[in-house]
């Protein structure tokens, strides 16, 4: 698949996304599309960025968002699109 083609899907998906509610996903849902999204958009996390601006929401999100910090930004895609994909199939 040509990059052009997972860029395509990627934003298919956050288009899918866009439209889901919040409080319809459960919040370890919620912290994996957005690392997942993070990732996928400005690569892996700065580290020292992340210490700035400390409050508990904040604070899982970048959490989560290192814990998947060694995917690459096409993997990054892929995982988003599966997870986006598994969610609105369960939702129909």
Do not use: C
């Not at 993070?38 to 814990?67: E, H, P, V």
Request: hydrophobic share 40%; glycine share 2%; aromatic share 10%.
């Amino acid at each position: 698949m040509s990059e052009k083609e997972l860029d395509i899907r990627f934003q298919e998906a956050v288009e899918i996304a866009s439209k889901m509610t919040q409080s319809s996903l459960p919040q370890d849902v919620q912290l994996r599309l957005y690392a997942y999204y993070k990732q996928a958009t400005f690569g892996t996390i700065d580290y020292n960025q992340a210490s700035s601006n400390f409050d508990l929401r904040n604070a899982f999100k970048t959490n989560a968002w290192m814990q998947i910090s060694h995917l690459s930004i096409d993997e990054a895609k892929e995982l988003y699109i599966e997870a986006i994909h598994a969610i609105a199939k369960e939702k129909k």
